[in-house]
Each structure stands twice: as C-alpha cells, then as structure tokens.
C-alpha cells in the first residue's frame, strides 16, 4: 500500500514523539549505565600544535616522518552509535518484522539522543540503501525514524558480509554498530569477527516465526521472499529447524566477539531492550 508523503509525515511525527517519551521515561539512565565507558580510546595521530600536552607525543610517528605527532584519545562513552538496518525482502516486506526493527532502532536512536551520543544509520539489503552519518541531538534522531519509515529498498537479498566489510573499511574509528536483521544469509561470520575487533558490536536478532503458530502435521507451499523460490513446506519441521537456526546464529555470533540478543513479538520492544541493557550490567 502507498501512503502519501502527508501522510508519512505525520506517521513519523507520532511515532518520533511516542518513542522519544518511552527513551526518555524508561530506557535512558539505563542506556547510559550500560554503556558507561570504561576508559580512553585511541583516536587518532595528528600533528603536534605548540601548548599541547608533551606527554602525548607519538614519538615512535614523529621519528618515522620527521614531523612531530601527537596521539589523540577519546572516551569510549562518547563513541558514535551506528544502527545498520537490514531491509531485505524477507525483512521489510514481513508486516512483524519490520515495525520491529522500526521501534528498536527508533528506541536506541533516542536513548543516544537523550545522552548526546553521535547518531548515524546505515539501511541494507544486498547493496547499501540509505546511509545518514552520524550526528547528535533530538533532529538526528527524528532523521532515522523518518529515514526508515521513508525507506524504498531496491534490494531484495540479505549480504551480511558485505555490510560488515564496508563498515570495517569505512568506519575508522571505533564506534558501537547495532545491526538488525533476521540473519538471513550465510558466510558473514569472519567479517563480523573481523568487525568485531575494532568496534563495540551487538546484533539484534529478529526473529518472526510465521509458522511457528500453525498447527503440526501440514504441508504448505510457500515462497521465499529473497529469492522468489517455491517451495513445500511441513508446519511441524518448521518450526523446529527455526529454533534450532536461532540457536546456531547465537553462537556463531557470540563466538565472533559480537553480543547477541533477540527481538521478537511475543515480548514488546521495550522489554526486549530493557532486558539487553539490564543483562550488560550483570
């Protein structure tokens, strides 16, 4: 269905609202606690300025180029917050898997404006849709919700491991990547382990189970929404196969260095993202 841009508009003007209370009211010192920092953070080399501290001369650079640097840190609170969305076919085009993502990306990129932390998003499919860089305050935050529900995606496939490279590629200093997806694709874990040990990675896992409400003991024909393949499928097997994928992606993300945590609906988005932030402080 094709909503006018009035329509969107307002779409978005109520859900930033709704969100930016629920952030505030309940997730904000709990999102501040749980990504307290826990020291400095290299940034970067840059040229030494006369009055700066002599202590944070590089001078292993300095010998090397002749020039005199210096090296610069950073709180690791104060990191960017980058929210890499998946919007595969099997993602945006599922009536519970996207709203999903929509609320806890929305969730997240408010709890980082009410902290001030710098804000970016990054939208996917099997090519790079839409990329916002990263910035602070309440607008940027209304920028995402308004980017995703704007969203038209040209893709239709899941290329985990290409989003995660471009990120390594692109993203130079260290930052906090939360990506949503529901994990649809193969072969992404050693970018994601590569990924993983430069920055601060968490994957929300979505999981909607469409099956797994059907009684056991039928066959279905079903298409795949990625690669438009038929296919039959028995009701019972199903859902077994599925809960037995979501444990399998558990720990090969986990194994990669990444946290992990689940989005689904039978648990609304604020309890889902109460219970992570809860879980980084015990």
């Not at 997730?27 to 944070?56: H, I, V």
């Not at 990506?179 to 590569?194: E, H, I, K, M, N």
Request: hydrophobic letters at 40%; a positive charge; aromatic letters at 8%.
């Amino acid at each position: 269905m094709m909503y006018s841009s009035s329509s969107i508009q307002e779409l978005v003007r109520l859900l930033s609202l709704r969100l930016a209370r629920t952030a505030r009211q309940s997730l904000a010192g709990l999102y501040a606690s749980s990504f307290q920092g826990r020291g400095l953070e290299f940034a970067e080399l840059s040229e030494y300025q006369p009055g700066s501290d002599a202590r944070s001369i590089d001078w292993r650079a300095t010998l090397r180029s002749g020039r005199t640097y210096s090296r610069r840190y950073q709180e690791d609170r104060e990191l960017p917050l980058l929210l890499a969305c998946d919007c595969s076919a099997s993602l945006f085009h599922q009536p519970q898997a996207w709203p999903l993502l929509c609320e806890a990306a929305g969730l997240f990129a408010y709890c980082a404006a009410w902290t001030q932390d710098p804000l970016g998003l990054l939208c996917f499919s099997d090519r790079l849709e839409q990329r916002l860089a990263p910035a602070r305050g309440l607008r940027q935050a209304g920028r995402v919700i308004a980017g995703l529900q704007e969203l038209q995606p040209l893709g239709r496939r899941t290329d985990l491991a290409h989003v995660f490279t471009w990120l390594q590629n692109v993203q130079r200093r260290p930052a906090r990547i939360i990506v949503f997806s529901d994990l649809y694709a193969t072969g992404y874990q050693p970018a994601l382990q590569r990924l993983a040990s430069r920055h601060e990675v968490i994957v929300a896992h979505i999981k909607v189970e469409p099956l797994a409400s059907l009684p056991e003991g039928f066959w279905l024909a079903v298409q795949d929404a990625e690669s438009s393949q038929r296919s039959l499928c028995h009701t019972g097997s199903a859902g077994r196969a599925t809960a037995c994928q979501a444990e399998d992606c558990c720990t090969a993300i986990r194994s990669c260095g990444a946290q992990y945590f689940t989005l689904t609906p039978v648990q609304t988005v604020l309890e889902a993202v109460r219970q992570f932030l809860q879980g980084r402080l015990s």
